[in-house]
């Protein structure tokens, strides 16, 4: 009997949690426009995350968008440096040309979450921490441009290894980051 | 008291319902590693018992299970008696079991939002089909809970009629009616054989299938 209801709350547990889940994401309302124009504006390369929030709604989900596109445009970018690091002779033109676009994003980061871009004004992975925490997020932002020059700079060498490792701590860079402050977004 | 599950079936059992709350606690906590880990026992389970349908003891082996709607049918009827799966019992488990196999390839080769964790087999295929791969296998998972419900809910019936199912899953032992045929039992180097095999076939996906991976 005892193995019984351990099992059966096991069973509820699983249930309660996968629920919880898919309620969060749901709640994001709003839209970002499909088919508003790429964003090719160059962004003034700050340190710290700009404390004014966008003047009006139009330009907050532009900013929304640019960051979503950019945010894309590093996941593919990772994909296929991995996959190359991955093979047993990695092409290193195409990891170049990936690191380049880690490289030109990372510097846009901080300047792309001012405050009045989350989720209640748009549709974003980005969680409301975010901007409760604007310090620890700026150190986070920070980090990852550093490891991302050192990234580069791996990148334009021809050293393996050194690109391999370099890219690891890419990767924790932007985990330690989307562990926190990411949620959940289908798209 | 008479023996019904053997010791493998049970570890299996047990071990298979472990690692299913591990894998799903560990990617909801962002432990991808772990999670791939937990993924690649699974399979190893899934090998294991495979192979144990096949060769194991008598309530273990599919031929001695999987009985067919006529079967079904009489056990609806209340005309069936033996140890082991019940003809009905058995769609359960090959349910569970298929679901789990299918949650395990797409895992195999799904790989993570931000390019930072592949499965052993993600090199085998696209971006786009990995990045597929694991919507799917997001989604693949409320099947397989909601099988888990089934199966907790059925056990709860069986027992608000009388029947404990729980005990003899973890016991091995259960009261069975005179004159019902006795469990014949599998071998234990066969077990072993079978885990071996399981783990093999499994460290070779790991590897990346080679020749056909890295």
């Given at each position: 009997m005892r193995f019984m209801t351990c099992a059966a709350v096991c069973g509820c547990v699983l249930l309660l949690g996968c629920d919880a889940q898919s309620g969060k994401a749901n709640n994001a309302?709003?839209?970002?426009?499909?088919?508003?124009?790429?964003?090719?504006?160059?962004?003034?390369?700050?340190?710290?995350m700009p404390t004014a929030a966008p003047a009006t709604k139009a330009e907050a989900l532009?900013?929304?968008?640019?960051?979503h596109e950019g945010m894309e445009g590093l996941g593919k970018a990772a994909k296929a440096i991995g996959r190359e690091l991955k093979s047993d002779s990695p092409n290193l033109g195409a990891i170049r040309a990936s690191a380049k676009t880690v490289t030109?994003?990372?510097?846009?980061?901080?300047?792309?979450?001012?405050?009045?871009?989350?989720?209640?004004?748009?549709?974003?992975?980005?969680?409301?921490?975010?901007?409760?925490?604007?310090?620890?997020?700026?150190?986070?932002?920070?980090?990852?441009?550093?490891v991302a020059r050192a990234f580069g700079t791996a990148a334009a060498g021809s050293d393996v290894n050194a690109i391999k490792s370099s890219f690891a701590s890419l990767g924790d860079s932007c985990k330690a980051c989307h562990d926190k402050y990411r949620s959940k977004m289908k798209h | 008291?008479?023996?019904?599950?053997?010791?493998?079936?049970?570890?299996?059992?047990?071990?298979?319902?472990?690692?299913?709350?591990?894998?799903?606690?560990?990617?909801?906590?962002?432990?991808?590693?772990w999670h791939i880990w937990s993924g690649c026992a699974i399979l190893t389970?899934?090998?294991?018992?495979?192979?144990?349908?096949?060769?194991?003891?008598?309530?273990?082996?599919?031929?001695?299970?999987?009985?067919?709607?006529?079967?079904?049918?009489?056990?609806?009827r209340g005309k069936w008696s033996g140890i082991g799966h019940n003809p009905l019992g058995a769609l359960s488990v090959l349910a569970l079991l298929g679901a789990v196999t299918l949650q395990v390839s797409l895992g195999l080769i799904?790989?993570?939002?931000?390019?930072?964790?592949?499965?052993?087999?993600?090199?085998?295929?696209s971006?786009?089909?990995?990045?597929?791969?694991?919507?799917?296998?997001?989604?693949?998972?409320?099947?397989?809970?909601g099988l888990i419900a089934l199966h907790v809910l059925a056990i709860v019936y069986y027992r608000m009629r009388g029947r404990k199912l729980t005990l003899p899953m973890?016991?091995?032992?259960?009261?069975?009616?005179r004159g019902t045929e006795p469990m014949r039992p599998g071998k234990w180097w066969v077990a072993l054989v079978c885990l071996a095999i399981g783990i093999g076939i499994t460290r070779w996906i790991i590897a990346g299938a080679p020749p056909f991976g890295s």
């Open positions: 309302q709003g839209n970002i426009s499909a088919d508003s124009p790429p964003a090719t504006a160059a962004v003034a390369i700050t340190a710290a532009k900013i929304m968008h640019e960051r030109r994003f990372a510097p846009k980061i901080p300047s792309l979450f001012p405050p009045g871009t989350g989720p209640d004004v748009g549709k974003t992975g980005a969680k409301p921490e975010i901007w409760q925490n604007p310090q620890d997020f700026t150190a986070k932002a920070a980090d990852f441009q550093k | 008291m008479q023996p019904v599950w053997d010791l493998p079936t049970r570890l299996f059992h047990w071990l298979l319902a472990a690692l299913i709350a591990f894998s799903w606690w560990s990617i909801r906590n962002h432990h991808t590693d389970l899934l090998i294991f018992r495979i192979l144990w349908g096949f060769a194991g003891s008598s309530t273990a082996r599919f031929s001695s299970f999987v009985r067919g709607p006529r079967a079904i049918g009489e056990y609806w799904s790989e993570d939002e931000d390019g930072l964790y592949m499965g052993p087999l993600a090199t085998l295929v971006t786009d089909t990995a990045d597929k791969a694991r919507d799917i296998h997001e989604l693949w998972f409320n099947v397989i809970l973890v016991t091995g032992r259960a009261r069975v009616e």
